[in-house]
């Protein structure tokens, strides 16, 4: 005789791994591929079934049974014990900007009840109330999305919630803040004349004119050597770049050297007269002031760019000295008069001007390929986009001048 099949309080048939409890709840059991057993509970026996079905289709799909507790922060403290390949200036930021940013509210968040929405909102949450840059946020969403790639990997999760969650951020935030514009022609005469006269700022003539003159990241300048350079070929060989980042716990900062993230940042670029001139200028300086390297970076010494104690330059110090800059400039015009077409300085930061020696090659119309290489950029798409944004922009600018002329000669009317 069969035996009679299990049926709850209502008098409904239970399938296998359904049980009603004592206190009329329901749970369904089941063993997992190495054996272990699980649980999940429910009021209701149709609820039951619906949970029930969430589990069967993990099973299907090949996720693991996944602690209800588990949050991001555990699967982080898993990244980190299992992350390699990366530098450890760049791991150390990946890290502080997850602890920073991730960690104390976010990084709470239970792994199973995570959903794409929830990562737009913490998104929104860094560009609304806290105030970050999207560029800032972009650095978070790169640790973070590895992190949960991972969970993905581990059959954790179905897929990663972060995916195109950066995107949609760009879009929404797209007028959060300008584009980095590049210098007029107007703008960059009266920054390179004022560095030129004689006083406090005449220091800071070399270092700014190699940033203009040959497109550089501001990293590959700071870490130039004199032997990186070969004045009489006209030649300078970009080979590594100095970094300065955070080294981890209360271990404070410094500087690292770091070989280029891509073959195409390894290049040898062209000095333009100007450039030498200027490489001239900081030797003789540095001459007169007694002034030597007296520092080594990761094996790297005899720098060019150094203070005054014979340090490297870093990023932070360029930035300020270029705002004082920008002030004092600005300051000196206002002072003989202005008018309409009074010339002043916006305010423009160390990669400015790299974007600033791009749009002249631009308007030069120099070949794409040989902006690329001598940009560094593996991308040609990188290079396309600044190409498109500077022409475009030199495009209006005739318009303007083409409406100009129509206007004053009454050539044609174009009202």
């Given at each position: ?23 009329g ?8 591929k ?32 996944v602690?209800k ?18 530098k ?17 509210d ?74 980095r514009?590049a ?33 550089m ?32 716990d ?41 002034i ?38 600005n ?6 008069g ?78």
């Amino acid at each position: 005789m069969a035996n009679a099949r299990r049926k709850d309080s209502k008098k409904r048939v239970l399938k296998e791994g359904e049980y009603q409890r004592e206190n009329g709840s329901f749970e369904y059991r089941w063993r997992d591929k190495k054996g272990k057993r699980h649980y999940v509970y429910a009021k209701t026996l149709n609820e039951l079934r619906d949970k029930k079905q969430e589990v069967l289709k993990d099973a299907f799909d090949g996720l693991q049974v996944v602690d209800k507790t588990m949050t991001i922060n555990d699967v982080y403290e898993r990244w980190t014990e299992l992350k390699r390949g990366l530098k450890h200036n760049t791991f150390q930021n990946y890290k502080y900007m997850y602890t920073q940013f991730v960690e104390p509210d976010f990084g709470q968040s239970r792994i199973h009840d995570l959903k794409r929405s929830d990562v737009r909102a913490f998104y929104n949450y860094l560009a609304d109330e806290r105030g970050l840059k999207t560029s800032t946020i972009d650095c978070v969403h790169t640790v973070l999305h590895q992190v949960l790639e991972l969970a993905v990997e581990d059959d954790y999760m179905r897929y990663n919630p972060s995916d195109n969650a950066l995107k949609e951020l760009k879009k929404a935030h797209n007028n959060d803040g300008q584009k980095r514009k590049a210098l007029t022609i107007k703008e960059q005469e009266l920054f390179v004349e004022f560095l030129k006269k004689p006083g406090q700022y005449n220091r800071w003539y070399p270092i700014f004119v190699v940033l203009l003159w040959t497109g550089m990241r501001v990293g590959e300048i700071t870490g130039l050597r004199w032997c990186d350079i070969n004045l009489e070929e006209g030649s300078i060989s970009v080979n590594h770049t100095l970094v300065y980042y955070q080294k981890g716990d209360k271990k404070g900062c410094g500087f690292a050297v770091n070989s280029p993230k891509t073959k195409a940042g390894r290049r040898t670029i062209p000095m333009m007269p100007i450039v030498k001139r200027a490489f001239l200028q900081e030797k003789k300086y540095q001459m007169d002031c007694e002034i030597k390297c007296n520092v080594s970076v990761d094996g790297y010494s005899d720098f060019i760019f150094v203070n005054r104690f014979g340090g490297v330059q870093q990023q932070g110090t360029l930035n300020k000295a270029l705002r004082r800059i920008i002030r004092d400039c600005n300051y000196e015009v206002l002072e003989n008069g202005f008018d309409e077409d009074t010339i002043t300085l916006p305010r423009f930061s160390n990669h400015s001007l790299r974007h600033t020696f791009t749009t002249r090659m631009c308007e030069a119309d120099i070949n794409i390929k040989a902006m690329q290489d001598i940009l560094g950029h593996a991308d040609a798409e990188t290079t396309l986009n600044i190409y498109t944004t500077a022409t475009t922009d030199l495009m209006r600018e005739e318009m303007i001048s083409l409406i100009q002329y129509f206007s004053d000669y009454g050539k044609v009317s174009i009202g």
